[in-house]
């Protein structure tokens, strides 16, 4: 299956856990809306290095991504003409940070690093509402 889903929760997200990841079953983007922060990585081939580059990094940070509901989705395979790839559209390789609107919120032709990815994150209407919510669920005891 050419696109891949890594939620985060591997162990190791190197090159055999990439290849591991194609037997994973697919959510697809609408399964995923409200629900979670799909993460997409597209590259023309699994052996580019910015695919281990951007999920190493990706793995590094995994705590917090966890805390904002990010999932990541993988897709190397240009010639299978997957659902994301029609969708997106894109050119070698590329990263796309979607919002639980499953809205495009960034897209870069390169690895981004955690820290925007989190500071996008942390600046989406419905993240300030997570973490309002949070606080005053926590402060609210009786």
């Known amino acids: 299956m050419p696109v891949r889903m890594l939620p985060l929760v591997a162990a190791s997200l190197l090159s055999a856990a990439v290849a591991a990841a194609a037997d994973l079953a697919q959510p697809t983007l609408d399964e995923l809306k409200w629900v979670a922060r799909p993460i997409i990585i597209f590259a023309d081939s699994p052996a580019d290095p910015r695919v281990r580059t951007q999920l190493a990094d990706l ?65 989406m209407p419905l993240r300030r509402q997570e973490i309002e919510s949070r606080q005053g669920g926590g402060n609210t005891g009786g």
Request: glycine share 4%.
């Open 59 to 123: 793995e590094a940070h995994k705590p917090a991504l966890d805390e904002r509901d990010v999932v990541v989705l993988v897709d190397t395979d240009p010639a299978a003409r997957s659902e994301l790839r029609q969708t997106f559209r894109p050119r070698d390789f590329s990263v796309l940070v979607l919002g639980k609107d499953g809205e495009v919120k960034y897209r870069k032709p390169q690895p981004i690093t955690v820290r925007e990815v989190l500071r996008l994150i942390d600046r």
